[in-house]
């Protein structure tokens, strides 16, 4: 039992055990005086602080949490590397389209995904008076998934014609979108070939199955859900050039937004798209970091893509393939032209003109109506662009003519579909029978596997930071900044007069949230180290969605769950440690910190942390892959491959299975 109300002699005896001990040796004797001081000054009718308002004021503000994952992120991003020769740059794309495919499309996807043949069921014709007719298609990209697809065909086809795939955004009208039609209308009275595919969650396809971030469920289970987006627009590609008519030296894609990530996504990886037109769709990680706004959703900023090949090098390896690179100077949405021409237009022209394709490569900022579009002005400019490469003998006018009377409606427009197709929530179900596999046979063997899936490092740990002791109330509450490898993370100490146990706090809500759990614990003789892992309550950024910085952590490489299960681990041990205390329980209030105090008690194997105590936990990880749980809510739990191997049931067994009694070396 230790009871001393400032509790002087824990203070000065850890003061050695930390950095620049002198000088924190000082910083304590400042401190336990100001403690006091203003004890004594609370016997004469000061107003003491309280522990919610504690709790509320960390010592580490969300500005600098902002900054430190700015940093992180920028630290770990593939660098655009050029060549010493175009031919030396070509062998390279090639090599670097493969590691992109393997490594991030189609990671864990089975062989009858990858080699799935599309079928194609075609429907009614729509003849027009106009020069054209439209085809109604859908398109089995996957087995039982079926995109609806229009394709627009010119009358009298008797040669081979240039074949463009128009690839939609996060547009709810899908397909039936207007400029979608119009485009698609021009280019088959200008005598090409148009597809018009639908995009998963949008028009014939909005559903909850097909939300985008959903794809996460088939990356908890190991198997990458952006293969599904690929195969999407992929089989409408295959569709297109299978027509007795295309021309496949003159392969052609474009769309806007979400349509222009597709563009870009799906021609830098598929050399048979032999020109590109994307717009307002794709920027550089560097851009996206200073406008959150241009982030996006999952499937843009996927498990790994940004250390692998960030957007900077798929742009690259379109060169030397014609490429016109359309942004708009207002954008109400995303990618303002001007924020994103330096970092992911700017950096391309010189591969370009290694390559002696200068001419082949151009940037325009639309400003008529300047916003997010694919309206009049940047329709031409595609069709001067594809009459420049594609037609290059003849003399033909951009100029788009009225079409407006020719759009149809989303019933006139809409395709049969099967009452049942596959969606994101079928597809992770069929992936995740029979899992979590077998684990290896071994205790060591088990938590390496852990740690590779985790991503996870061991940090050194140490305050850089912190209060002396204040009295609230009942309590004794010191504040903390704790250096946890690259972050600075903010801590609350609470304990009371007698102290028999310590315990490291975690809350989904952030610890401010806890206020009667902590009080609780504390009166209740234990020692509180109340902490906010990154991405939660304190220790959220101030950028984007929480998703959002979660995606940008997993796509340079790094786990969410793993960063926060390495602090919680961190944390235990630098408490122990500090205390002399023999062992750490962890109190975690909320399903993603309940999942990271499993991850931790795994990793750590009993050394420090003897036992999890959980509130608002899942039963398995298979729950998050039914229809109600998501991404947005949760992102750190569908960490890829997690489900593979470990569901709870693993993770709890783990942690009793001690290998060694050793702490691993901090880097």
Request: aromatic share 8%; hydrophobic share 40%.
């Amino acid at each position: 039992m230790t009871s001393n109300r400032l509790h002087v002699r824990h203070i000065a005896g850890l003061v050695p055990r930390w950095p620049a001990a002198q000088q924190l040796r000082n910083w304590m004797t400042i401190s336990i005086v100001a403690g006091l001081v203003v004890a004594k000054a609370a016997s004469f009718g000061f107003a003491q602080p309280t522990l919610e308002s504690v709790l509320r004021e960390p010592l580490t503000g969300q500005v600098t949490i902002t900054e430190q994952h700015r940093n992180f992120v920028r630290s770990r991003l593939m660098p655009l590397m050029p060549a010493e020769t175009a031919q030396q740059w070509q062998r390279r794309a090639a090599q670097l389209r493969a590691k992109v495919l393997d490594d991030v499309v189609f990671r864990g996807v089975p062989a009858t995904w990858r080699e799935h043949q599309p079928q194609v069921v075609w429907h009614e014709v729509i003849e027009t008076e106009h020069g054209y007719r439209i085809r109604k298609l859908r398109i089995e990209a996957l087995p039982g998934l079926w995109i609806p697809a229009l394709l627009y065909e010119p009358e009298d086809l008797r040669d081979r014609v240039p074949a463009v795939l128009n690839l939609n955004g996060h547009e709810a009208t899908g397909k039936s979108t207007a400029y979608k039609q119009l485009r698609c209308i021009n280019l088959a009275k200008r005598g090409m070939l148009a597809l018009n595919l639908e995009w998963l969650g949008m028009g014939q396809l909005r559903s909850d199955g097909f939300k985008h971030n959903h794809l996460s469920k088939l990356d908890l289970c190991g198997r990458s859900g952006l293969s599904v987006f690929f195969l999407a627009m992929a089989g409408g590609l295959d569709v297109l050039l299978d027509h007795p008519h295309a021309d496949r030296q003159r392969t052609a894609v474009t769309g806007l937004s979400g349509g222009g990530w597709q563009t870009i996504m799906l021609s830098s990886l598929d050399t048979r798209v032999r020109l590109a037109v994307p717009v307002a769709g794709h920027s550089a990680i560097v851009q996206r970091l200073e406008h959150p706004g241009s982030i996006g959703d999952l499937e843009q900023i996927p498990n790994d893509l940004a250390m692998t090949a960030g957007y900077v090098q798929l742009t690259a390896l379109m060169t030397p393939r014609p490429m016109l690179m359309i942004y708009n100077s207002q954008d109400n949405c995303c990618f303002v032209a001007d924020t994103v021409k330096p970092n992911t237009f700017d950096p391309i022209v010189p591969f370009y003109a290694q390559a002696g394709a200068a001419d082949k490569l151009a940037y325009y900022a639309n400003s008529n109506p300047g916003t997010h579009n694919y309206d009049q002005d940047n329709r031409e400019q595609l069709y001067r662009f594809l009459d420049r490469h594609f037609f290059p003998m003849e003399k033909r006018a951009f100029q788009e003519p009225d079409a407006l009377d020719e759009v149809l409606t989303h019933q006139e427009l809409s395709v049969p579909l099967p009452d049942e197709i596959a969606d994101f929530h079928t597809l992770a179900a069929e992936a995740a029978q029979g899992l979590p596999k077998p684990l290896p046979e071994t205790v060591e063997k088990q938590r390496e596997l852990l740690r590779r899936i985790l991503r996870y490092q061991e940090p050194a740990t140490s305050a850089t930071r912190f209060t002396g002791p204040q009295p609230t109330g009942d309590f004794i509450v010191r504040q903390l900044r704790l250096k946890i490898g690259d972050w600075e993370l903010p801590a609350t100490l609470v304990e009371s007069d007698i102290v028999r146990g310590h315990v490291v706090l975690l809350a989904d809500g952030g610890y401010a949230s806890q206020l009667s759990r902590i009080a609780e614990l504390a009166t209740n003789g234990n020692r509180v180290l109340a902490i906010d892992p990154l991405l939660i309550g304190h220790s959220t950024p101030q950028q984007g969605a929480k998703y959002q910085n979660a995606m940008l952590l997993a796509s340079v490489g790094e786990r969410p769950l793993g960063i926060q299960a390495a602090q919680t681990v961190a944390v235990s041990r630098f408490l122990a440690r500090v205390f002399d205390a023999e062992s750490i329980e962890i109190d975690a209030n909320g399903a993603t910190t309940s999942l990271v105090a499993r991850c931790a008690a795994a990793i750590d194997g009993g050394t420090v942390i003897a036992s999890v105590i959980t509130r608002g936990e899942a039963e398995s990880l298979h729950d998050f892959l039914k229809p109600g749980p998501s991404y947005g809510g949760t992102p750190e739990v569908y960490c890829f491959g997690l489900l593979e191997f470990f569901d709870i049931k693993e993770l709890i067994q783990l942690a009793k299975r001690q290998a060694s009694l050793e702490l691993p070396k901090t880097r």
